[in-house]
T-cell receptor
């Protein structure tokens, strides 16, 4: 298993440009989520999905879009990049085993994408 | 408002010097409390999940405990390889969302 993979590892954008951060997992997990991590702020939830075709907003969703067409993939789209979106972005997934609470499943994080918006 | 506070922000220990990290929380009906380890430039690595007051879990030199208001991550006889940032997160009842604290940066010197 590759676990959770993210691409690219690093990206520089100009203000106003758009891009998609890719996230994929090969563990057949239903729950996937996107976080951003900023110094002194901790990890903040952007969007999450409880299964293919189902997404919802987290704490800081403005300026980001997501979709979940397959169980494996959960891309994050920046519509018009702003300097305030300079951050490290992490994708995560966790499984759901029948008869057990989802929370008991290990949550796996990807290696992160470092984004710089000029 | 649901909130997680971790202390101290940073902790320096001599190898073998045991200590504890604190995670205090306010949440509407705790569904679960999570501990993670994060190395520089990498994603968080899952350590433990705790569900109810009095619960304890152990992994090597780490032991996590939970009360109704806080959780402790006890580090016994730490080694330099335990140096990392330790993150705490809570999940409120009725939601899938996790709320993270800002972490404790641990440095263990030989």
């Amino acid at each position: 298993n590759a676990g959770v993979t993210q691409t690219p590892k690093f990206q520089v954008l100009k203000t106003g440009q758009s891009m998609t951060l890719q996230c994929a997992q090969d563990m057949n997990h239903e729950y996937m989520s996107w976080y951003r991590q900023d110094p002194g702020m901790g990890l903040r939830l952007i969007h999450y999905s409880v299964g293919a075709g189902i997404t919802d907003q987290g704490e800081v969703p403005n300026g980001y879009n997501v979709s979940r067409s397959t169980t494996e993939d959960f891309p994050l789209r920046l519509l018009s990049a702003a300097p305030s979106q300079t951050s490290v972005y992490f994708c995560a997934s966790s499984g759901w085993a029948s008869g057990r609470r989802r929370s008991e499943e290990t949550q796996y994080f990807g290696p992160g994408t470092r984004l710089l918006v000029l | 408002e649901d909130q997680v506070t971790q202390s101290p922000e940073a902790l320096r220990l001599q190898e073998g010097e045991s200590s504890s990290l604190n995670c205090s929380y306010t949440v509407s009906g705790l569904r679960g409390l999570f501990w993670y380890r994060q190395d520089p430039g990498k994603g968080p690595e899952f350590l433990f999940t705790l569900y109810s007051a009095g619960e304890e879990k152990e992994k090597e030199r780490l032991k996590a405990t939970l009360t109704k208001k806080e959780s402790f991550l006890h580090i016994t006889a730490p080694k330099p390889e335990d140096s990392a940032t330790y993150l705490c997160a809570v999940q409120a009842g009725g939601t899938d969302k996790l709320i993270f604290g800002t972490g404790t940066r641990l440095q263990v010197f030989p």
